[in-house]
């Protein structure tokens, strides 16, 4: 009997151990989902009509999954306040993303709406903050984990990640500044060649990280299935 209530804590432990690695699990598959499908949603609610009828729901869906995702995550290692911070800091953007994400659907409605042009821009930014983010999440998440291959991974992977990232947001902001009244000529060559060019920049430093943060996200969740299975054999 004494030994029975002497195993009661550690099987209740276990057991909530498995519960928080379970969720941590379904919440890494749903950013795994929701970061390529919330790109293409948005993209289509910009500047295509077949989502029309649908109204604000893709976007809002879609920004909603992402963070439902970080929601499950909070439910692991909640004593390490590091990582907690840096994980409510992911879903304060998400949540601002959220709020944001209709902007695409009135913009497209009505592109001559200055407000609704300067939110979009807004949630482009932030958007990206949010991945920036999110790289960090996954780093003080490999952090956590017993592997030291994926640990050395995460941290060499999100340091790039987050670097292009950076790059991204000051060529944003440059951008951003030399759109001032009556540029000078050659200043205009240069917009005309970043507009240009864009969509290649583009891909290089948003796409590029978006698609090393998906791998991570789908390695680590491999690895800890890999552990819960190994640990209960």
Not at 210 to 233: D, H, P, Q, Y
């Amino acid at each position: 009997m004494t030994q029975t209530q002497n195993q009661g804590p550690e099987v209740r432990n276990e057991a909530a151990l498995l519960r928080s690695l379970g969720r941590l699990v379904r919440g890494l598959s749903a950013l795994f989902w929701g970061l390529p499908v919330t790109l293409v949603v948005s993209a289509e609610t910009a500047g295509a009509d077949w989502l029309k009828p649908l109204g604000l729901l893709p976007a809002l869906a879609t920004n909603g999954l992402l963070l439902y995702g970080l929601w499950l995550m909070g439910g692991f290692q909640k004593q390490e306040r590091a990582w907690l911070r840096v994980l409510d800091r992911t879903k304060l953007l998400g949540l601002i993303n959220l709020g944001l994400s209709p902007f695409i659907y009135w913009h497209n409605k009505m592109p001559g709406q200055i407000f609704f042009t300067v939110m979009v821009v807004l949630l482009q930014i932030t958007a990206l903050l949010f991945l920036f983010n999110l790289n960090h999440v996954l780093e003080r998440l490999g952090a956590l984990l017993p592997d030291e291959t994926l640990r050395q991974e995460t941290r060499q992977f999100t340091a790039i990640n987050r670097s292009l990232l950076i790059t991204l947001l000051l060529l944003i902001g440059g951008y951003l500044i030399l759109q001032i009244p009556q540029p000078s000529p050659r200043i205009n060559q240069l917009l005309l060649w970043i507009d240009h060019g864009g969509f290649w920049l583009l891909v290089f430093f948003a796409l590029l990280p978006l698609a090393m943060t998906m791998a991570l996200l789908w390695k680590t969740k491999e690895v800890i299935l890999a552990s819960v299975f190994g640990t209960r054999r």
